[in-house]
């Protein structure tokens, strides 16, 4: 028989996990002395909005807000339905919130300020409302991306303000509304990944400190675009080619940046002739996704191998060459251009 002064672990029947995101983000909290509970209220309304999304994501068709919504966005690209209504949920769910002095978002040519910085204005969230939306018609997972930025009172214009280096996000997420709704998130302390559990709304907690293999012989790319690419790029799938690697992609950069954290491999969005300085939005896809893989063990850069986290923007929209996953794959890119 044990000594009975000795402090037995209590019998545990429960074995399923009982940390949910909100939990685990007033957790977080409780590490920063002084932290007034503002933080994780932009979270829970981010993980609302998210489950608003993943609902109607879920039935498109049987809502009829598949196909164009007839305007054309700041990107010049043909709006969905879909990313209109994506980006007014969260406009409208993160608007409510105390916390917030500027909210951007790639469906919006001008970040909308909420309130200044003496009026409790802590921070600015920029997001992605819809990722890859493009896929919505054929099903294929699709994803927003956020993150969460300070709020300088100093600063009065609002782009001014949102124009922040990628190494100065307080936090960092996705969710990927894929075969499962998974919300991915940093906030410099390791990445951590919940699922969403629908029959108790909420998010829970799956995979905590997630770590990127070093090497994985898979690169992403739209090779369809090879031709635009600088020269190293091309150089690189060469030798990608002869060296024994496979290619993955699905054209929604949550999709695939998900399987490259989970799995290793690198993601690339080079210089095309359509896109000379890539496709993808230096605030609100590269940084964010960036933060994310560092944070795991990963490497991010631009074309010419310059860190994309130490970019200072000088536009809200301005777009990026990308190359980042795991960090040899990424190496192995970088010395080729
Ligand atoms: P969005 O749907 O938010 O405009 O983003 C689409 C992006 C990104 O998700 C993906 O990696 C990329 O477009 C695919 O571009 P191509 O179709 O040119 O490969
Ligand atoms: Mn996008
Ligand atoms: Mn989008």
């Not at 829970?204 to 090879?226: C, D, G």
């Amino acid at each position: 028989m044990p000594d009975s002064t000795e402090q037995q672990p209590p019998r545990r029947v429960v074995t399923d996990n009982l940390v949910s995101l909100q939990s685990f983000i007033l957790e977080e909290e409780t590490r920063y002395p002084g932290a007034s509970g503002d933080f994780s209220w932009i979270i829970s309304a981010i993980s609302l909005a998210a489950k608003i999304i993943a609902h109607k994501v879920r039935h498109v068709r049987l809502q009829n807000v598949l196909g164009e919504d007839g305007t054309i966005n700041v990107q010049g690209e043909d709006q969905l339905h879909m990313d209109v209504i994506a980006n007014e949920v969260i406009m409208r769910v993160l608007g409510g919130r105390g916390s917030i002095a500027v909210l951007g978002s790639e469906e919006e040519e001008q970040p909308t300020i909420l309130r200044r910085g003496h009026e409790g204005g802590k921070y600015c969230v920029l997001f992605d409302p819809l990722d890859g939306s493009s896929n919505l018609d054929t099903a294929v997972g699709v994803g927003t991306i956020f993150t969460i930025l300070r709020n300088d009172p100093k600063i009065h214009g609002a782009v001014e303000t949102v124009c922040q280096a990628g190494h100065q996000q307080v936090a960092a997420g996705y969710v990927l509304y894929g075969s499962s709704t998974v919300f991915v998130i940093t906030t410099g302390r390791g990445v951590h990944m919940f699922e969403l559990d629908s029959s108790i709304g909420s998010f829970m907690l799956v995979q905590s400190n997630i770590q990127m293999p070093a090497s994985k012989k898979i690169y992403s790319v739209n090779e369809a675009n090879a031709e635009g690419f600088p020269e190293g790029f091309q150089k690189y799938l060469k030798w990608a080619h002869q060296n024994g690697y496979s290619s993955r992609y699905i054209g929604s950069m949550v999709a695939d940046m998900h399987r490259t954290l989970m799995n290793g491999g690198v993601f690339l969005y080079p210089p095309t002739k359509k896109h000379p300085n890539g496709k993808l939005r230096l605030l609100y896809e590269a940084n964010p996704m960036s933060f994310l893989v560092e944070q795991a063990g990963g490497a991010s850069v631009t074309a010419a191998g310059q860190r994309t986290m130490d970019i200072v923007p000088s536009q809200m929209h301005e777009r990026v060459p990308l190359v980042l996953g795991s960090k040899n794959e990424v190496a192995a890119v970088v010395a080729h251009l």
